[in-house]
């Protein structure tokens, strides 16, 4: 009776063996009238942990918007007219060409509307912009009862190298994005909108030669507006761009002085 029922057991556990040999290890050991069944189950606990992982998980998306990175641009002084006629107030006609306007912005976020193909773009950067005077205009630094507006008198003894008005501000945009293909790299895109700032300092730096290789940096208002607001435009691909903007507001107080708005244009290369 003992040896039926060790008969079949080893039936049993041999056709078990049978049937699990495709996904175990078995190795099999006969001492006398006993076999001795060894199965590797190892297989089985790494089937288990695979199982355990989900296996169509759905990962967030990051929606690739064209803001961070750094715009390299010009800015020219635009009257209400949009030309550089400012009449008695000729120091505001500015030197567009060294008039410079670097943009470093550092921080972006999109959100869909249409997918990656349509969405709002906000962010944060700052704007380091430089205003250049022409024929040796100086501007003047305001005590508080004399009013905010620019004031400049024409220094004619002395030729200056270096002449700008220099201010940075803290800004965040609010753009609406068309991309033309999911992958950022290879997307055309345009966007449109508005771009806030404040201003975080400001400072007055002029150069003159007159032997001493002279060099002057005064802190001050200089009748610039605390906050901007500029109309923008965006366009390019890839990595590469164009952008240009136009100041919604004038870039001094109008107290005294006629209308000076900023119009400025540049590249830009994004990151």
Same mark, same amino acid.
């Given at each position: 009776?003992?040896?039926?029922?060790?008969?079949?057991?080893?039936?049993?556990?041999?056709?078990?063996?049978?049937?699990?040999?495709?996904?175990?290890?078995?190795?099999?050991?006969?001492?006398?009238?006993?076999?001795?069944? =060894?199965?590797?189950?190892?297989?089985?606990?790494?089937?288990? @942990?695979?199982?355990?992982?989900?296996?169509? #998980?759905?990962?967030?998306?990051?929606?690739?918007?064209?803001?961070?990175?750094?715009?390299? *641009?010009?800015?020219? =002084?635009?009257?209400?007219?949009?030309?550089?006629?400012?009449? &008695?107030?000729?120091? =505001?006609? /500015?030197?567009?060409?060294?008039?410079?306007?670097?943009?470093? /912005?550092?921080?972006?976020?999109?959100?869909?509307?249409?997918?990656?193909?349509?969405?709002? &773009?906000?962010?944060? *950067?700052?704007?380091?912009?430089?205003?250049?005077?022409?024929? /040796?205009?100086?501007? @003047?630094?305001?005590?508080?009862?004399?009013?905010?507006?620019?004031?400049?008198?024409?220094?004619?003894?002395?030729?200056?190298?270096?002449?700008?008005?220099?201010?940075?501000?803290?800004?965040?945009?609010?753009?609406?994005?068309?991309?033309?293909?999911?992958?950022?790299?290879?997307?055309?895109?345009?966007?449109?909108?508005?771009?806030?700032?404040?201003?975080?300092?400001?400072?007055?730096?002029?150069?003159?030669?007159?032997?001493?290789?002279?060099? #002057?940096?005064?802190?001050?208002?200089?009748?610039?507006?605390?906050?901007?607001?500029?109309? &923008?435009?965006?366009?390019?691909?890839?990595?590469? *761009?164009?952008?240009?903007?136009?100041?919604?507001?004038?870039?001094?107080?109008?107290? /005294?002085?006629?209308?000076?708005?900023?119009?400025?244009? *540049?590249?830009? =290369?994004?990151?």
């Amino acid at each position: 009776m003992k040896k039926t029922a060790i008969v079949l057991c080893m039936v049993s556990l041999h056709a078990f063996s049978q049937k699990e040999e495709t996904k175990r290890d078995t190795t099999r050991m006969n001492m006398g009238k006993v076999e001795i069944i =060894l199965i590797d189950h190892s297989d089985e606990a790494e089937m288990d @942990t695979i199982d355990a992982a989900p296996g169509d #998980s759905k990962e967030d998306k990051e929606f690739e918007a064209h803001w961070a990175g750094l715009d390299m *641009g010009f800015l020219m =002084l635009m009257n209400d007219q949009f030309n550089q006629d400012f009449g &008695t107030s000729d120091y =505001l006609k /500015n030197d567009i060409g060294k008039s410079m306007v670097w943009n470093l /912005n550092v921080f972006e976020h999109k959100f869909p509307i249409a997918k990656e193909y349509l969405g709002i &773009t906000t962010g944060l *950067g700052f704007s380091f912009t430089q205003v250049a005077f022409r024929n /040796n205009y100086v501007p @003047t630094v305001q005590i508080a009862d004399e009013g905010a507006d620019l004031v400049a008198y024409q220094d004619t003894l002395l030729n200056y190298t270096k002449n700008k008005l220099k201010a940075t501000y803290l800004t965040v945009p609010l753009l609406l994005e068309f991309n033309s293909n999911a992958d950022a790299d290879k997307s055309f895109y345009v966007a449109a909108g508005i771009v806030g700032g404040v201003k975080i300092a400001s400072r007055y730096k002029r150069a003159y030669d007159d032997g001493k290789n002279v060099v #002057s940096v005064q802190k001050g208002q200089f009748g610039l507006q605390t906050f901007r607001l500029d109309g &923008t435009v965006r366009i390019g691909y890839g990595s590469w *761009g164009a952008f240009a903007s136009y100041g919604l507001l004038p870039l001094f107080y109008t107290t /005294n002085n006629p209308q000076a708005n900023p119009l400025i244009f *540049g590249l830009t =290369l994004n990151f």
